[in-house]
Every structure is written in structure tokens, then in C-alpha cells.
């Protein structure tokens, strides 16, 4: 891939595939307990790194996993080195890592204050030992207190991931793990209710009849209180899954939901250039191969047809509370939204999954429920 003739996004994603282990409901693209593939994808993300001509600016940087923070001192600290050699960072600009509680030390905390990281994501998950446990997380609450612990030191914007609808998780337990985070007092909050992935150690142990998904409408009640509790503690909900305090959205999310484009290196990333989004190979160890080798690391490329395009963000777009505004749609995409989908629009609107606002469309309370109907609705 040539990026010297594409256009400049000022957004990056750097996708870290390093874990202790695989934990049974994930299907992230990673390796597990496999750290002498360290060396080589620094190597390789040298090499992918080498193809952006110049040193852009950005607004935004995200490095996401697996777990960044799995990487030793010294191999985590020539990736941030790597990046920054190849980007520049603009004023203000968010500098994401996701970690993980268990092994998170002073030196690595430290070392992410010192590369300029300015906000973490902190994968909590829960607080009760039984739901890590059955998760099959390495952390246990202690692990989540000495993180915090530490982060409070040098972050003041710390993000915490949520899971509910865990097997065996009742809506009292949920109720008290909101109540715990929210004492916390993180800046940002993702829930997510859990899936259970074809090829996962858990959707085998769900065939087995060994596990057991949450029941629909416990799942829609834990996703509702977290709406309510978040909310009456002064979390704004931006985005389905997402809670923010004023002024602490995750920026470099709201570019993918607003259709924005964005770099995208490592393994599985995606990058959205010039209206084409391409996809690296979902194999660590293919992707190290081919990018070593200097042959393209692509594993899907994806060019929209404007009206498909058009139609995709609107599915994206409802995913933000604020919903879509007609006039930006337009300026947007070069479509009006209601020439475009107006009947989609009535039809949902009339089942009480949509509802107008002033100069565009939201999801509805109940809509949220929904929304992944509505939004293949538009599709
Ligand atoms: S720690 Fe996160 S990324 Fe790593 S295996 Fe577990 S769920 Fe997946």
C-alpha cells in the first residue's frame, strides 16, 4: 500500500496483540503467552510505520490490544518511540492506552506519563471475583486498586470498561459493580454486555451446555440501569455503550462514529483513507510475515459507493444519543437524509424506535434496545 497520495486523517490506531493469556469469551485478534513475537512485530510496525510519508500531525492516538501494557518496559517504550517518530502529536491531543489491571506497575505507569499518554482505558471489567473469575481475567479487585492507585499519581482522564450479562451475574450484582465504579469516580465509562463469539472457548462451552447466555430481558435491564445510575451521577451517555463526564468523550472514537478518517497499523486494524477502508490480515503471525517480507499485510479492502456510504452512516451515526442532523448528513455525504431513507425513518419511527429531534433523528429510549435492527434496517 502507497499512503503517499492519500489524504491526511488525523486520527491513529495501533493495534498491540500481546496477552498472558486468551480469556474464553474474547475473539480479538492477539497472541497469547507468545512473547518472543514481540521483537517481530516491532520490526514489522517499523516497516508498516515507514509507509506514511512525513510526519503528520495528529489529534488523536489510540493504542489498543490485546493489552499494550503486556509489553516489558523496554519493548513498550521503542513502540511509543516508533509512533512518535512517525507522527506528530497536535496540541491537546488525546493520547489513549488501554491497559490492564493485573501487571500494571509503577515503572510502566511512569513510563506512559513520560511518552505523553494522557488518558488510560482501563480494562476493570467487573469488581466481583466471582465474574473475573468466570471471565477468566488474570486481575482480582486488589489488582483494580493498586491500578487506580497508581494512575491517580500522573492521569487525571481514566476510562473504565464495564461487562455485563455475564452467566450467573444478577442485576443486584450489577447494581452494586456500577455503584463501585462510580465511586471510583473514573471520567469515562464503556458497558458492554457480553457476546459469546463463534470460536471462542465460550460459545464451545455454551454448546456443551456448560455456560449459559444472560436471559434477553435481564440483559435489557442491567443496560438500562447502567443508563440510569451513570446518568444520575452526572455521566453524560453519548454513544450506546458509552458515559462520558463533560468535556471527557473519547475523541478518537466520536472520528469512527462520524465517519472520519484515520490511520490504522498492526495486526486486524482497519484504516479509512480517501473514502476506502482496508483491513490488515487478522493473523499476528501472518501479518509479521507478509509486512517483513515487504508484500501487502491487506487482508480486506472495502470501497463504498456514495449512497452506501450514506446508508452506513446513518447506521453509525444513531449510535451517537445526539443522533443525526439532516443539515450535517448532507454537508457530509451529499444526501438528503429523508430523500434518502425517509421511509425507513417512518417505519421505525412508527414502532417507537426513532424519534425526531430539532433538524434530525435519535434513537428512543426503547430504540437502544434495538439498535443494532434499526441500523441493519438502514443498510
Ligand atoms: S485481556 Fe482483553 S484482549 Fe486480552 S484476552 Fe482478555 S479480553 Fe482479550
Known amino acids: 500500500m502507497n499512503m503517499t497520495e492519500m489524504s491526511r486523517p488525523r486520527a491513529a490506531y495501533v493495534h498491540v496483540p500481546f ?5 474464553g469469551y474474547c475473539d480479538f485478534t492477539l497472541v497469547a503467552g507468545q512473547e518472543q513475537l514481540a521483537e517481530p512485530y516491532l520490526q514489522a510496525l517499523q516497516l508498516e510505520l515507514q509507509q506514511i510519508e512525513g510526519r503528520p500531525e495528529l ?9 499494550p501494557t503486556h509489553l516489558p518496559p523496554d519493548q513498550l517504550r521503542r513502540l511509543f518511540d516508533l509512533v512518535l517518530d512517525h507522527f506528530q502529536l497536535a496540541g491537546g491531543c488525546e493520547f489513549s492506552v488501554e491497559a490492564n489491571p493485573a501487571g500494571f506497575t509503577a515503572e510502566k505507569m511512569n513510563l506512559l ?29 486488589k489488582d483494580i486498586e493498586t491500578s487506580l492507585s497508581l494512575l491517580r499519581q500522573r492521569f487525571d482522564n481514566v476510562a473504565f470498561d464495564l461487562i ?16 463501585q465504579a462510580i465511586e471510583y469516580a473514573p471520567q469515562h465509562v464503556s458497558t458492554y454486555g457480553l ?67 484515520y490511520y490504522g497499523f498492526g495486526p486486524g486494524a482497519a484504516r479509512y483513507l480517501n473514502g476506502r477502508r482496508t483491513t490488515n490480515h487478522r493473523s499476528v503471525t501472518t501479518w509479521i510475515k507478509r509486512t517483513l517480507a515487504g508484500e501487502s ?41 429523508p430523500e434518502l431513507a425517509g421511509e425507513t425513518v417512518k417505519r421505525m419511527t412508527e414502532r417507537g424506535w426513532i424519534e425526531p429531534t430539532a433538524g434530525g433523528i435519535r434513537l428512543t429510549r426503547e430504540g437502544l434496545l434495538f439498535a443494532d435492527t434499526v441500523a441493519g434496517e438502514f443498510l
Request: glycine share 12%; hydrophobic share 35%.
Open 19 to 23: 496477552c498472558a493469556h486468551r480469556c
Open 59 to 67: 489529534d488523536t492516538l489510540f493504542f489498543g490490544g490485546g493489552t
Open 113 to 141: 506519563a513520560d511518552a505523553g499518554v494522557n488518558r488510560i482505558s482501563l480494562g476493570i471489567q467487573s469488581f466481583d471475583s466471582s465474574v473475573l473469575g468466570l471471565l477468566e481475567r488474570d486481575h482480582r479487585r
Open 164 to 179: 455485563f450479562a455475564v452467566p450467573g451475574q444478577s442485576l443486584e450484582l450489577w447494581f452494586a459493580t456500577l455503584g
Open 195 to 261: 457476546t459469546f463469539e463463534k470460536g471462542t472457548a465460550f460459545w464451545s462451552r455454551r454448546e456443551r451446555g456448560e455456560l449459559q447466555s444472560a436471559a434477553g430481558d435481564l440483559e435489557r435491564e442491567m443496560y438500562l440501569a447502567a443508563i440510569d445510575q451513570l446518568s444520575s451521577a452526572g455521566f453524560e451517555h453519548y454513544e450506546i455503550s458509552n458515559f462520558a463526564r463533560p468535556g471527557y468523550r473519547c475523541r478518537h472514537n466520536e472520528v469512527y462514529w462520524t465517519g472520519g478518517s
Open 297 to 337: 499485510a491487506v487482508g480486506e479492502t472495502e470501497r463504498l459507493a456514495p449512497e452506501d456510504r450514506a446508508r452506513e452512516s446513518i447506521a453509525i451515526g444513531l449510535r451517537r444519543r445526539e443522533g443525526i442532523e439532516f443539515a450535517t448528513f448532507q454537508q457530509f455525504t451529499g444526501f438528503d437524509l
